[in-house]
């Protein structure tokens, strides 16, 4: 099969290789009908995450149609069409009878790299190196599933693939943004960086209850979806001083809560909450704790959210789908990283086709 395999830093080439197996009974194969380019990936692209190795496949937001399964997978029919989360978790150990399923005990063999670099442990995940368990990613033909009877939502033929791709990692880390946020009625949200899970969680905040969400990015297609798109007022931070222009138009007072979700390129926010969404790979920007915010923090429970999200989608509530500007061939993976990393193009997420 072809699938992205990482080379070197920002170097990566769509190889053939070895069809996936069902390894285990709760293993499923899934046949990959649409892989996104996420943020997190660039992260990966950069080499910026230990233990990638060439050769490594890469992706964790994808979908596609059950074509083989083991034994135990009862949840599941060979044909359904399923959205895949991007986190791998068992549903068995006591996190993920928690509801903390990206802190699966069991799926991540080398969760203790995990916990010697970042002070805690955490799940497997797809295309995400040896530190999240050595799992082939998404950006291929077919892909193994570990837990299948567990992680896989099947989801309606009437909704598009871009309707609910998303529901395997971005939209879930955008309403879990602003949920931590702790909204309530008619208070103002400064959301930093205008990227896919920044526009969704723009929409996230208004329907939790914002009054007025305020987008704050440097660039300008970026920034017209934001208003067009998602309602927003926008700040550019190319234009003047972005805290000064906040206590302007919220007449001295600031934001009630400021969601980061540029991870990796924060360079800090102040508010009198918030909450820290993006992929950190290095220490976290200074927080001015002397003015005594609250900081939310954590890792996305994708399959908590993944239900209710659709039941969401289905009834018109959110229509994920405008995020999605390019959709191209699988083999046209190595532009297609340069074009969402460089954001040419209008580029805000790129959707690829196997």
């Known amino acids: 099969m072809k699938a992205v395999c990482w080379q070197s830093r920002q170097k990566i080439a769509v190889e053939n290789v070895p069809d996936p197996r069902v390894l285990d009974s709760r293993d499923a194969i899934v046949r990959v009908t649409s892989t996104a380019i996420c943020g997190s990936d660039l992260d990966l692209y950069e080499g910026a995450v230990p233990s990638l190795a060439p050769g490594d496949i890469l992706g964790h937001e994808f979908m596609g149609e059950v074509v083989e399964k083991g034994p135990d997978v ?20 006591a996190p993920c009878r928690e509801g903390r399923w ?29 530190l999240y368990g050595g799992y082939a990613g998404g950006q291929a033909e077919y892909v193994r599933v570990p837990y299948a009877d567990v992680g896989p939502l099947r989801v309606p033929a009437t909704l598009s693939d871009d309707a609910v791709l998303f529901l395997s990692d971005i939209l879930p880390a955008a309403f879990t943004a602003a949920e931590r946020c702790a909204i309530e009625e008619g208070d103002t949200v400064a959301v930093f960086g205008c990227g896919a899970v920044g526009l969704l ?9 914002a009054a007025r969400v305020i987008a704050i990015d440097r660039l300008s297609h970026r920034l017209e979806l934001a208003r067009a798109r998602c309602g927003a007022e926008t700040l550019n931070v190319d234009r003047g001083d972005v805290f ?7 007449g001295g007072r600031g934001a009630d809560a ?7 390129e924060a360079h800090g926010c102040e508010s009198s909450g918030g909450c820290v969404q993006g ?18 923090t954590g890792r996305t429970h994708v399959h908590r959210y993944m239900r209710p999200l659709l039941a969401l989608i289905e009834h018109g509530v959110f229509d994920p789908s405008f995020v999605a500007s390019h959709h191209v061939p699988l083999d046209d993976a190595p532009s297609a990283y340069q ?15 196997p």
């Open 74 to 93: 009862a949840s599941l029919d060979i044909g359904d069409r399923v959205v895949v989360p991007c986190a791998i978790a068992c549903g068995c150990c």
């Open 102 to 130: 990206a802190l699966c005990d069991k799926s991540n063999r080398n969760a203790w790299l995990v916990e010697r670099l970042y002070g805690t442990a955490g799940a497997g995940l797809f295309g995400c190196s040896e």
């Open 201 to 209: 969680t723009i929409q996230s905040a208004f329907l939790l209850g």
């Open 244 to 250: 000064d222009a906040i206590r302007t138009m919220t």
């Open 258 to 264: 400021c969601i980061d979700t540029a991870g990796l």
């Open 279 to 296: 992929d950190l790979v290095e220490p976290a920007p200074s927080v001015p704790l002397g003015s005594g915010p609250t900081l939310r």
């Open 339 to 353: 074009m969402f990393r460089n954001c040419t193009d209008g580029c805000t997420k790129v959707v690829m086709h």
